[in-house]
């Protein structure tokens, strides 16, 4: 008799859910600031050169800047004092400031992250072989893509949410229609892709490690609790 399919574990699928956002952070973070700096950059004056050339200028210039500033006073001491002061200054709105935006951006690119990753699974699976039975490279490649594909549409939502959340209040008071408006008049259509290369440096790696976390993960732990 053939394997019947084991039924899904909310728990497995949420710890090894988990484990594998811990992976995708621990990898791509440091690309992940860089990306923010590079989006948030005032446009150059005439005759001036742009604040950060490209993505490993704008890395050399963020860690100068933080080793130096390692020793003088910064505005927050934490994530949690973030979202005290945060709070503190303009209420509930002031933590949810660019939900929308970030809706806007990760509601589709999730999708297509998702459905490349299954999709690509499918493919790269042997005939004969199961989903589960995938090898750590294909597992790799797989999640690497698939991290590209959902970039690749998130890119604009993401530059529109990034410059809303870090500009002073008031600045846009028709949200995200305003950010749009100014990006394209002031530096062209081409500014909703600011940071490309180092979205795309940092995808693959990133969403890789993601998805092999999670696959190792779940394979724990129907290992060591099969029931569950």
């Not at 003088?72 to 509930?92: H, P, S, V, W």
């Not at 400031?97 to 806007?104: H, P």
């Not at 209040?169 to 600011?194: A, C, H, Q």
Request: with cysteine; charged share 20%; aromatic share 12%.
């Amino acid at each position: 008799m053939a394997d019947q399919p084991k039924p899904i574990s909310p728990l497995k699928n949420l710890l090894a859910g988990g484990f594998g956002g811990v992976c995708l952070v621990f990898v791509g973070h440091p690309l992940d600031t860089v990306k923010v700096r590079l989006q948030t950059q005032p446009p150059s004056l005439p005759g001036q050169p742009p604040m950060y050339s490209g993505t490993f200028d704008c890395f050399r210039k963020t860690l100068f800047r933080e080793i130096q500033a390692s020793s003088g006073e910064t505005k927050y001491t934490g994530t949690l004092d973030c979202a005290k002061k945060l709070y503190q200054e303009f209420g509930i709105r002031g933590i949810y400031k660019g939900t929308v935006l970030t809706l806007m951006r990760d509601v589709p690119a999730s999708g297509m992250y998702f459905m490349t990753y299954e999709w690509l699974k499918n493919i790269f699976t042997p005939e004969g072989k199961r989903v589960s039975e995938l090898s750590v490279p294909r597992i790799l490649v797989a999640g690497g893509i698939a991290g590209i594909f959902n970039w690749a549409v998130a890119i604009p939502p993401d530059v529109l949410k990034s410059r809303f959340q870090t500009a002073p209040p008031g600045k846009y008071p028709n949200g995200f229609r305003d950010v749009l408006r100014e990006l394209i008049r002031d530096e062209g259509v081409t500014s909703l892709y600011k940071g490309f290369n180092a979205v795309m440096i940092r995808a693959f790696p990133a969403n890789a490690a993601c998805f092999l976390g999670f696959e190792v993960a779940m394979k724990f732990l129907n290992w060591a609790t099969p029931n569950l």
